[in-house]
């Protein structure tokens, strides 16, 4: 069984053309940290990382973040290491875009993913938020501050106006304590504060994380984690307490994200996490609708990225009996 070590597994992902961050060896470490199992497999050029999450009775689920292209060549090797591990079913979430016109799966970069019909089923469940805005970062600083919406570029600069500073910044204590109040604010779920140590401490040393803060009169306003692999940035954790929100802290704090994107060579940023609504209603509702993500939406489309849908997850099912209680406690049974 071609199932590698963690050093291996960072090899492999080095030599890949543009991988996605949930397929680093360090996420796996870092989810191995809070109760997750890891196996990586590697066969010829091929490659998966999987996750398992431990169920009563020693069973588990299975979840595969955005693997690689050319999972699909593996599927007698993950079923062996899934059944291995009992796991009930095998979650996969492509890394491409939905495109419902074609049958087969676009990925962002690189070849077409195909995958036989009779190996997965299509899930009525994502992990990760489906919908997101993918900001370019081709082009000049002046180029991209042109493609954003007129009055999230005025808010970018009337920041620097009124002397709002980022910077990068080091207090994980600090950063979990906004993360809290903005958990709070907004009614979102918060890591643990050992859990963003965790994360800063696999991914800072090797320049691919930062946390930035946004400061007024060396008052943190504003901060946020973004990490950088290959082209691609994402923006996946960030907060903001309610002090000085006329300075805008939160405007410049996402250039300047951009920018240290830019900078590792990204050419797009993923702002991570919208309703899960076609564009024609998230532009006729956001001015009306306050819940769920949807104030998120009406800050992070300002910044003039395109709005993309994620390929639907896919279930590989082992236990068919168990899956079925799996999809009647999600609601979600057919």
């Not at 899934?82 to 009930?88: E, F, G, L, S």
């Not at 419902?100 to 089923?121: C, D, E, K, N, Y």
Request: aromatic residues 12%; glycine residues 8%.
């Amino acid at each position: 069984m071609p199932q590698v070590s963690f050093e291996t597994w960072k090899e492999f992902i080095a030599c890949q053309p543009n991988p996605h961050i949930l397929q680093t060896a360090e996420w796996g470490e870092l989810k191995r940290a809070f109760g997750w199992n890891v196996e990586r497999i590697i066969s010829g050029e091929s490659g998966i990382q999987i996750l398992f999450r431990k169920l009563p009775l020693g069973f588990t689920v299975a979840y595969a973040p955005k693997p690689v292209s050319g999972f699909e060549k593996l599927l007698p090797e993950i079923d062996s290491v899934c059944r291995k591990q009992r796991a009930v079913f095998l979650k996969i979430e492509p890394d491409c875009w939905d495109d419902s016109a074609s049958p087969t799966l676009h990925p962002q970069r690189g070849a077409s993913v195909r995958i036989p019909h009779s190996a997965f089923r299509i899930s009525p469940h994502n992990i990760q938020p489906p919908r997101t805005v993918i900001v370019s970062l081709e082009g000049s600083e002046d180029e991209i501050l042109g493609r954003m919406k007129q009055k999230c570029r005025y808010n970018v600069r009337l920041a620097e106006k009124k002397e709002v500073t980022v910077r990068a910044w080091d207090d994980l204590d600090g950063f979990h304590r906004l993360m809290e109040v903005t958990g709070g604010r907004d009614g979102f779920g918060v890591h643990s504060l050992a859990y963003y140590k965790k994360a800063y401490e696999l991914f800072h040393p090797g320049g691919v994380a930062e946390i930035l803060v946004a400061e007024f009169d060396s008052r943190p306003l504003a901060a946020l984690m973004v990490f950088a692999l290959g082209g691609r940035a994402y923006y996946l954790y960030g907060a903001s307490t309610d002090e000085e929100r006329n300075r805008m802290p939160t405007y410049l704090l996402q250039w300047r994200a951009m920018q240290w994107a830019k900078e590792r060579g990204c050419t797009e940023y993923d702002l991570w996490g919208l309703p899960d609504e076609a564009e024609e209603t998230l532009e006729a509702q956001f001015e009306s609708r306050s819940d769920g993500l949807w104030g998120v939406y009406r800050f992070k489309r300002g910044f003039g990225g395109q709005v993309k849908r994620a390929a639907q997850a896919l279930d590989r099912v082992y236990m068919p009996l168990l899956y079925w209680i799996y999809l009647k406690r999600m609601g979600k049974q057919d």
